[in-house]
């Protein structure tokens, strides 16, 4: 699939090692440089995305509730 983005996926060997061997270094590069972007699978644990998740739907709805513009958005800066 040309326009598809690249998927690494970790050996057990390297999850185990928290370190990428030679080839998907490589293949990660590749993507990188070719499409701009590579997507690194099972890297980050699921719960801790979903306590993020959690953390940041909170505080967006603070922002949407106190119409906060936060980090100068939409504040006319010279």
């Keep these: ?3 598809a983005a690249r998927l690494i996926y ?3 060997e390297e999850s185990a090692a928290a ?3 030679a080839q998907n270094i490589t293949s990660a590069l590749e993507a990188l440089h070719q499409d ?3 997507v690194l ?3 980050v644990n699921v719960s801790h995305i979903h306590k993020i ?3 940041m739907r909170v ?3 603070d922002l ?3 119409n906060a513009k936060p980090f100068n958005q939409g504040v006319n800066c010279k």
């Design 1 to 3: 699939m040309p326009n």
């Design 64 to 66: 949407l509730q106190r």
């Design 36 to 38: 701009g972007f590579v």
């Design 10 to 12: 970790p050996t057990t």
């Design 59 to 61: 505080e967006a709805d």
């Design 19 to 21: 370190l990428y061997n």
């Design 53 to 55: 998740n959690e953390y």
């Design 41 to 43: 699978k099972s890297v």
